[in-house]
């Protein structure tokens, strides 16, 4: 239970990177596209393993990184399926942009649950 927001997190963004990489044309695709469509759960990885010592803020970060997830793949699926475009990819590179304000909320939650766990002078 510890790790459950790292876990998450890293499997949101390997299945992802999977879905990217099947409508891909190359690598330039999915270098310029994974940083800004999955750029959020990067960030929750990151805090998710520097306070896995929280057991709430775990379970903030993986339900953060499991509604990211659904938001990923509904403009995934509109993007390539549902309303088909040539420019439409570029889509992908606002998911992350427009989903921070949502992440940013999760992340000071997860913060303020791993420092009431953390009171200043403790270890973690």
Excluded at 3 to 15: D, F, K, P
Excluded at 53 to 71: P, R, Y
Excluded at 104 to 115: G, H
């Amino acid at each position: 239970m510890k790790s459950v927001g790292a876990v998450s997190s890293g499997l949101a963004i390997a299945i992802g990177t999977a879905a990217l990489c099947a409508k891909a044309d190359g690598f330039a695709f999915i270098g310029i596209m994974l940083p800004f469509a999955l750029g959020p759960l990067f960030v929750s990885l990151a805090v998710a393993i520097e306070w896995r010592s929280s057991t709430g803020a775990q379970l903030t970060l993986s339900f953060s990184s499991f509604l990211f997830t659904i938001w990923f793949f509904t403009v995934f699926m509109d993007v390539f399926y549902w309303h088909p475009d040539p420019q439409s990819p570029i889509a992908l590179l606002f998911v992350g942009i427009y989903s921070l304000p949502f992440m940013f909320i999760a992340w000071l939650v997860a913060w303020w649950l791993w420092r009431r766990d953390h009171p200043k002078g403790t270890s973690p």
